[in-house]
């Protein structure tokens, strides 16, 4: 009776279990404020009879996921989920149970963008919760990991122009006015209206604009 008690656990075992062969990775990238960038999600693995998976991404606030698509390593469905903030669930599914070709390489491609707003600086991006099924329904689970992500100011924010007209007058100060009183004005550009690029808007950029208008 042991024997068969032992035998059991070491079945239940062996349906899930953390690889060490298998890794997935998002190599470190820059993109602008308000911009797009596509970047890859690359596979290695040593198992040939891996089908469906489920991926999750947390990604620093203000960079989107907008697009997920599979590379012609594989043949199944994508799709994507927003289980929590800032946290996008990629999905692969097969209906034929068609596996994963090759051994290394890029196995998706995504499309990130950075929000206007996001501060200028690096982030951390983490890719957890992998998990890869066999066509014989063996859950293979690679290890976490991270990547960095690099944000660059707009080359086109001109500081201070929060209205966006070209210029930098009396306008922008009543367009930020009205933007911290919860107005909403349109036009409003918040990269640059904020001015002392502290990743806020306030009064603090009402007094920094007036300081450009008078030459300070």
Do not use: H, W
């Amino acid at each position: 009776m042991r024997k068969k008690i032992i035998f059991l656990v070491m079945a239940l075992m062996s349906l899930a279990y953390t690889s060490k062969a298998e890794s997935v990775k998002i190599n470190d990238f820059t993109v602008t404020q308000g911009e797009t960038i596509m970047v890859t999600l690359d596979f290695t693995n040593t198992r040939s009879d891996l089908t469906a998976f489920s991926i999750d991404l947390r990604l620093p606030e203000g960079l989107t996921l907008v697009e997920a698509k599979a590379t012609n390593r594989y043949a199944g469905e994508i799709t994507v989920g927003q289980p929590d903030d800032n946290v996008y669930r990629i999905c692969g599914l097969d209906a034929n149970l068609g596996a994963i070709t090759g051994t290394s390489g890029a196995l998706l491609e995504l499309t990130f963008k950075a929000d206007d707003k996001i501060r200028p600086g690096t982030y951390n991006g983490i890719i957890e919760k992998v998990e890869f099924i066999t066509t014989g329904r063996l859950y293979v689970r690679p290890a976490d990991s991270s990547f960095v992500v690099t944000i660059e100011k707009s080359a086109a924010a001109l500081l201070g122009d929060a209205n966006d007209d070209g210029f930098i007058n009396m306008s922008d100060v009543t367009t930020i006015i009205e933007y911290v009183l919860g107005k909403n004005p349109s036009p409003f550009v918040f990269a640059n209206a904020d001015v002392n690029e502290d990743g806020f808007i306030n009064m603090s950029d009402v007094t920094s604009i007036i300081n450009i208008i008078l030459g300070k």
